[in-house]
């Protein structure tokens, strides 16, 4: 082969890798993050730090206790946090990298890494984006652009909370449920286990979270006990489809 059918060969091959999906990371999925990354969470790098609250600890009540929010979000998430930044401490060469470029390549982090991104990383990633998408300010709405697509997708928001909830509920211990958008732009509902999520390059079903819920036990069960779906059901409540809304057109431009 001269260089020229060379390239072409690699081309085509490229072409169709990326055609079957073989390509496991989308580029147009993984660029729109990266031109994303500057304020957004998916830029976030070591040393990792605890994202300031834009509300009170006690201002979720009474969908989500005080209680819970303090020890939620300033033990286990500073927690993932401190683990994370320990791992990382043992391998300068990847402290440059940011979270979502990290999820994407997972499989390419040395062992003790690859534990640490997958378990603290998405504690910390998960949790970030969790305070984001809550509220004080009840019963938000998504925008005209989003209510249109959940339309579209699932015919009414109550749909998309209904399916929603089913999928949180199976989740077999400690887990997230998603809203996510897939790589042909499509929303739809799925959930990971543990710490894991959507943007690793782990699992089946991959996309850009849109919003998550944390099911884990710590999430709701002060308040809430063994009543999971008591939970899910007022969660509802406090979600910020403001945010969620931008979410989706950061997205999709
Ligand atoms: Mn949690």
Do not use: C
């Not at 990383?121 to 970030?128: L, Q, R």
């Amino acid at each position: 082969m001269d260089n020229n059918s060379r390239r072409n060969f690699l081309k085509t091959s490229l072409l169709v890798a990326g055609s079957f999906g073989i390509l496991s990371l989308k580029p147009e999925i993984f660029n729109v993050y990266e031109a994303k990354t500057s304020n957004s969470i998916l830029g976030m790098k070591y040393p990792f730090s605890l994202p300031k609250l834009k509300y009170n600890s006690d201002s979720l009540e009474p969908f989500i206790d005080t209680k819970t929010m303090e020890i939620h979000y300033g033990k286990h998430h500073q927690a993932y946090i401190d683990k994370l930044n320990a791992a990382f401490e043992k391998f300068p060469e990847w402290q440059s990298k940011e979270i979502n470029e990290l999820f994407s390549k997972i499989n390419l982090l040395p062992a003790d890494l690859k534990n640490a991104v997958q378990n603290n990383g998405g504690g910390h990633f998960n949790h970030s984006l969790f305070w984001e998408i809550l509220t004080p300010e009840k019963n938000t709405n998504p925008d005209e652009i989003l209510m249109k697509k959940i339309v579209d997708t699932f015919t009414s928001i109550e749909k998309l909370k209904e399916n929603f909830n089913k999928t949180a509920l199976s989740v077999f211990g400690s887990g997230w449920a998603w809203l996510i958008v897939d790589e042909k732009k499509e929303l739809s509902i799925t959930s990971t286990s543990n710490q894991d999520n959507p943007l690793m390059n782990l699992n089946v079903i991959k996309g850009y979270p849109l919003f998550g819920i944390d099911v884990w036990e710590h999430a709701y069960y002060l308040k809430y006990q063994n009543k999971r779906a008591e939970y899910l059901n007022n969660i509802w409540n406090i979600i910020n489809w403001k945010q969620i809304s931008e979410n989706y057109k950061n997205y999709i431009k």
